[in-house]
């Protein structure tokens, strides 16, 4: 699997770490189970204790934690520090909700005979996690805060370009004092990864990643039928309608586009404008975007870091290419960026066609993809012409519009007035093509429970 630090800045490799070998994957398989049967039994306010101190040490040392992302995926510093925060919160809701989310539900009887009939929710065993490298911290966070508190424990395979991310993970727990298996980071091979997902005491799989990742992982899954979440990626509309305040509608745009250096699954990647605001809108775009200067991402003056990897860079420049030999026109804005690093240069695609193979795709990076359209209907029609299903936006000064619009489009959420974006007290996922399940908010901790029916029936009822 070639796990190693490459710093996308520099292209240089820091560090490498062998392969997970086949006697140690059933090693910490074994542990991991025998820590659920004492971690499941546990009331919540020992788990809240730990899962609490790790929120804590995440703050405190927050500049540890952020420099890391920084070196291995290129994220700019003060949105590593953002993330680190982010996973913080989310620990802590969990640790002070989780009791509330997961307490018995009673049902009302309709049977006549007086029956007591509650659902309770329990702990199933090992939840496999297969985590992206574009959020590093907050991927893993998102998982193990509510699996954590509902009673399960967690073995986890990260992207192999953050190696050193997943291990400090594993570490953050283990210095909040949870018992070795809590958390298990797994350098796992591809051929591992269906012996883990087959593996009788894992329950389920908890995948953030591509398209086909998702297609064989869900397959091996469902073969050894077990229950998956699939968050798969986006391609998300950013629409902004005639009637929208200009000025913020530009900022958030240029905010939703370019935030992790456009590396994210919700980032406001096909921008769809209203034509009598079309020329105004791209020009002001234009003119923001060019302000970004790409550079160190450790230099607060950086507005650009540089892609993931330099993979990542050639895709991304291929996928410019080939859009604009179907006919699409781009526009380089801003800077040229460094000539070393996986930088590419911050663009814009315009004059897309139906037919044009990037029209369905997913640009990860510094590029936007811009429309215009006449009018709220096509600006509908246009954002649902996609096979994904994960975010989306709507600008407008009229409030109950944009609810009217968002509820037309066919993704798992929608902003009304900002870009999709994620909280620890909000659902995250998607439909179609980008996946399936909830992660954060109470609906995160319910997709690995056995949600049990305990029916207690009068003992002088007859048969």
């Not at 953050?162 to 400090?168: D, E, G, I, R, Y």
């Not at 003056?301 to 993931?308: D, E, T």
């Not at 690093?341 to 990037?358: E, K, M, R, Y």
């Amino acid at each position: 699997m070639a796990y190693k630090t490459v710093n996308p800045f520099t292209n240089e490799t820091i560090a490498t770490f062998p392969d997970l070998t086949d006697t140690e994957l059933a090693q910490k398989l074994d542990r991991a189970q025998a820590t659920y049967r004492e971690w499941s039994k546990l009331p919540f306010a020992k788990r809240a204790a730990i899962v609490g101190k790790a929120a804590d040490l995440l703050r405190t040392q927050k500049d540890k934690y952020a420099r890391l992302l920084t070196l291995e995926m290129g994220k700019l510093y003060r949105e590593s520090l953002a993330e680190v925060e982010l996973s913080a919160d989310i620990l802590q809701y969990y640790a002070d909700n989780a009791e509330t989310f997961l307490a018995p539900q009673k049902l009302k009887e309709k049977s006549g005979r007086g029956d007591q009939a509650m659902v309770v929710s329990q702990p199933l065993g090992i939840l496999f996690a297969i985590e992206p490298w574009n959020f590093p911290y907050y991927q893993l966070a998102r998982v193990v805060g509510p699996q954590f508190m509902a009673g399960n424990v967690v073995v986890v395979k990260h992207a192999s370009n953050v190696p050193q991310a997943a291990a400090a993970f594993e570490q953050l727990f283990r210095d909040a004092g949870a018992p070795e298996g809590l958390y298990t980071n797994l350098y796992a091979t591809r051929d591992q990864l269906g012996k883990i997902i087959a593996d009788d005491r894992v329950i389920g799989v908890a995948l953030t990643g591509s398209e086909g990742a998702g297609a064989i992982v869900a397959s091996q899954a469902g073969k050894a039928l077990k229950k998956t979440t699939m968050e798969l990626g986006g391609s998300d509309a950013f629409i902004v309608l005639e009637d929208a305040d200009l000025e913020k509608s530009v900022k958030w745009a240029v905010w939703g586009r370019m935030n992790n250096g456009g590396q994210c699954c919700v980032a406001a990647k096909r921008i769809i404008v209203a034509d009598p605001i079309a020329d105004a809108f791209l020009d002001r775009f234009a003119t923001e975007l060019g302000k970004l200067v790409p550079g160190d991402p450790m230099d607060e003056k950086s507005g650009v870091p540089p892609l993931s990897s330099q993979g990542a860079a050639d895709q991304l420049n291929e996928q410019v290419e080939l859009a604009v030999k179907n006919g699409a026109k781009v526009m380089r804005v801003g800077p040229t960026p460094p000539n070393r690093g996986a930088f590419v240069q911050t663009s814009i695609l315009t004059d897309i066609t139906p037919d044009n193979p990037v029209f369905h795709q997913e640009l990860f990076g510094p590029v936007a993809m811009f429309f215009r359209v006449r009018d709220e209907a096509e600006a509908i029609a246009l954002a649902n012409d996609n096979p994904y299903g994960l975010g989306g936006s709507v600008f407008t000064s009229d409030t109950a519009r944009g609810i009217r619009v968002a509820e037309q489009i066919e993704t798992g959420m929608v902003y009304v007035n900002h870009p999709t974006w994620t909280t620890s007290d909000l659902p995250f996922g998607g439909v179609k093509r980008s996946g399936f399940g909830r992660e954060l908010s109470s609906m995160g901790i319910q997709e690995f429970v056995n949600k049990k029916l305990i029916d207690v029936v009068p003992i002088d009822a007859g048969p």
